[in-house]
C-alpha cells in the first residue's frame, strides 16, 4: 500500500518522541502490505476498527490513535489524522473531518 502523507506522522512524532518508533513500525508494515478489504487488514492489525467510513488504528500500546482512509481499490492509505488516545476519546476529530 502506498501512504499518503508521512509528514503527518514526523510532525506527531516531533511533538511525541515516544510515539515515533510504533508509528514508524506501523509505516513500514502498511508501505509492505498488500490488503484487499478490511478483513485482510484486520489479519495484521487485530485492534484496526472501522469508523464512520475511516479506519483507525491502534499505535503504541493503544497511547494513540492513527485514522486514514484506506482505499483498497487503488492501493493507498490517507492520513487524515494522528491523535493521542484523550484527544481520539474527546471525539472532535470527527467534526474536524467532516
Known amino acids: 500500500m502506498h501512504v499518503i502523507a508521512k509528514p503527518a506522522l514526523i510532525d506527531f512524532w516531533t511533538r511525541h518522541p515516544d510515539a515515533q518508533s510504533p ?3 506501523w509505516y513500514r508494515l502498511m508501505e509492505s502490505e498488500v490488503f484487499r478489504d478490511f478483513n485482510d487488514l484486520r489479519a495484521t492489525f487485530a485492534s484496526a476498527d472501522h469508523v464512520d467510513g475511516l479506519t ?6 493503544n497511547q494513540y490513535r492513527l485514522i486514514a482512509a484506506v482505499h483498497y ?20 476529530w470527527k467534526r474536524r473531518l467532516s
Open 73 to 92: 481499490n487503488r492501493q493507498k492509505v490517507y492520513i487524515r489524522s494522528v491523535l493521542t488516545h484523550a484527544d481520539y476519546d474527546r471525539n472532535t
Open 23 to 25: 508509528l514508524q513500525a
Open 56 to 61: 483507525v488504528f491502534n499505535i503504541g500500546g
